[in-house]
């Protein structure tokens, strides 16, 4: 069986996902840039892994936006992004919370209509390892 870890930034909250994804989007909805800060959110979905937190889970807290079904699980005490499971048995991990490798790549992006107009030009934009002078 497939198994992922993750944890927040400041490595209170550990969790593992036991399962495989189904899809990988990268949501480029007003809603996922506001809580993510950035041009898109990146969201693995699985129906039939299991989330189990490892530790600190009373660290976990969450916020549906009323009158939506935007859900965001995060650390309390640094704000990083974490899995949720929603409608009753979709587990939700923002890809960049997990610690071990997925070997799938995103299926497609999503809410393309309100992406950011600088967003479409991020494959020309120079790539540096580092920081740059």
């Known amino acids: 069986m ?3 870890e993750g944890s927040c930034l400041c490595g209170t909250v550990k969790f593992e996902v036991r399962g495989g994804f189904d899809s990988f989007y990268l949501c480029h909805c007003k809603h996922c840039q506001k809580d993510t800060g950035s041009a898109h959110a990146a969201n693995l979905f699985s129906q039939s892994a299991e989330l189990s937190w490892l530790a600190g889970a009373e660290a976990v807290t969450s916020y549906t936006l009323p009158g939506t079904r935007h859900h965001k699980s995060f650390c309390k005490f640094c704000g990083s992004a974490l899995p949720s499971v929603q409608l009753a048995s979709l587990v939700v991990v923002p ?3 997990l610690d071990t490798e997925v070997d799938v790549l995103p299926n497609a992006h999503i ?3 309100s992406s ?4 479409d030009a991020l494959g020309d934009v120079p790539k540096f390892k580092e920081l740059p002078e």
Do not use: I, L, Y
Request: net charge positive; hydrophobic share 25%; glycine share 8%.
């Open 116 to 119: 950011s107009p600088w967003s």
């Open 2 to 4: 497939t198994r992922h």
């Open 111 to 113: 809410f393309t209509s």
């Open 95 to 97: 890809a960049g919370c």
